[in-house]
């Protein structure tokens, strides 16, 4: 009822009374049983119900639960009593009903509260490509994700097998876009705040990175210091007339007469600078983290030297072109951080934070 009813109010005073029903059940109950929380199917047919495509709840051929959308479908009409009709399958809203989703996802919050062993990691990483894959829809990038991103939070510190389902996680949620702001937005949807979230966020960031330059898949490195020993390979390709060269060629290979006008020329520059731009605050996620050993002040120096020689040289200012001048000056607040970093070795957390958050 809390996920179907039309009525925001009505809706949000079902959470409060199933919340107060599973809190009371937690903490009252002498019975060694848990107290119930929804399946992994009773939340998809929940979604489901809602006019989410079962293929977006899913996304990916090679991560599926033990049902399918067939499944679902039964469901919902075992919920109607066993009658079934052409509209028990249709959607019970007609548009994203974002209260609604908030909802379930808050009582989803609860339940991984007060019963983390109530899913199994692989239903957690199925949880979580979900909330993922959700989060892009334009409507819900309108309202604040606070209840989104305390839900990951319990998921990822619920997984049990945590070092093996990480670089498993990160791959996985890296196949959910193709487009290099959806990309960074999923990054940023990693709280930062937690240290699973800081290494999840660390190595996602380096695998989109990879992902954007076209570079061949490798093992996730799990240390920070070979971490940002790749992130220098990586650095070195992402010259903004570079990117332009590759994006020129694969242009003239698509145009009948294998030609570009300046016009398309002008559009595929625009297109250049804004990769570097996503590329670099990939970057600079990567390159974060809340303590820093004096070993890898060496790394920071040969960092600051491939950001001067081959991104900041390599881009001329224009009046008209404010494009050049916005990755210029992105470029400039990650060497100075980096700078303080060599300095100090060990920058606070508070200037971290302040630093990393890209602009909207």
């Given at each position: 009822m809390m996920s179907v009813h039309t009525d925001c109010i009505v809706s949000m005073q079902i959470l409060s009374t199933l919340m107060e029903i599973t809190i009371r059940n937690d903490t009252f109950s002498d019975s060694p049983v848990w107290p119930w929380i929804p399946s992994l199917s009773d939340i998809a047919a929940v979604f489901f119900n809602m006019g989410i495509d079962f293929r977006f709840l899913f996304p990916l051929e090679?991560?599926?639960?033990?049902?399918?959308?067939?499944?679902?479908?039964?469901?919902?009409?075992?919920?109607?009593?066993?009658?079934?009709?052409e509209d028990s399958?249709?959607?019970?809203?007609?548009?994203?009903?974002?209260?609604?989703?908030?909802?379930?996802?808050?009582?989803?919050g609860l339940c991984t509260s007060i019963h983390p062993e109530g899913y199994q990691d692989h239903?957690?990483?199925?949880?979580?490509?979900?909330?993922?894959?959700?989060?892009?829809?334009?409507?819900?990038?309108?309202?604040?994700?606070?209840?989104?991103?305390?839900?990951?939070?319990?998921?990822?510190?619920?997984?049990?097998d945590w070092n093996t389902k990480m670089p498993e996680?990160?791959?996985?949620?890296?196949?959910?876009?193709?487009?290099?702001?959806?990309?960074?937005?999923?990054?940023q949807l990693v709280p930062n705040w937690t240290s699973r979230g800081r290494q999840l966020r660390q190595c996602l960031s380096l695998v989109i990175i990879s992902k954007l330059l076209d570079e061949k898949h490798e093992d996730i490195p799990n240390t920070n210091n070979l971490q940002i020993s790749v992130l220098l390979r990586y650095l070195v390709q992402m010259k903004p007339s570079d990117l332009l060269k590759k994006m020129v060629l694969k242009r003239r290979a698509e145009q009948p007469n294998g030609t570009i006008d300046d016009s398309l020329h002008l559009?595929?520059?625009k297109q250049a600078y804004y990769l570097t731009y996503i590329l670099l605050h990939l970057v600079g996620e990567v390159s974060c983290s809340h303590s820093f050993s004096s070993g890898?002040?060496?790394?920071?120096?040969?960092?600051?030297?491939?950001?001067?020689?081959h991104v900041k040289c390599d881009i001329r200012e224009d009046a008209r072109l404010f494009y050049r001048t916005?990755?210029?000056?992105?470029?400039?607040?990650?060497?100075?951080?980096?700078?303080?970093?060599?300095?100090?070795?060990?920058?606070?957390?508070?200037?971290?934070h302040d630093f990393w958050v890209p602009d909207s």
């Open positions: 090679n991560l599926q639960p033990d049902f399918n959308e067939d499944n679902l479908v039964s469901k919902t009409q075992m919920t109607l009593g066993g009658k079934g009709s399958s249709k959607p019970i809203f007609s548009t994203l009903p974002e209260t609604n989703i908030l909802n379930v996802v808050k009582f989803l239903e957690i990483i199925l949880l979580i490509l979900m909330l993922f894959k959700m989060s892009l829809e334009k409507q819900l990038k309108q309202i604040p994700l606070v209840d989104f991103q305390s839900l990951l939070i319990n998921l990822m510190k619920n997984i049990r996680l990160c791959l996985a949620i890296n196949e959910l876009s193709s487009h290099p702001h959806n990309l960074l937005w999923l990054v559009e595929l520059e890898q002040r060496k790394h920071f120096v040969h960092l600051c030297g491939a950001l001067e020689k916005k990755v210029k000056d992105l470029v400039a607040r990650i060497h100075g951080k980096w700078q303080e970093i060599i300095q100090n070795c060990r920058p606070t957390q508070g200037q971290l």
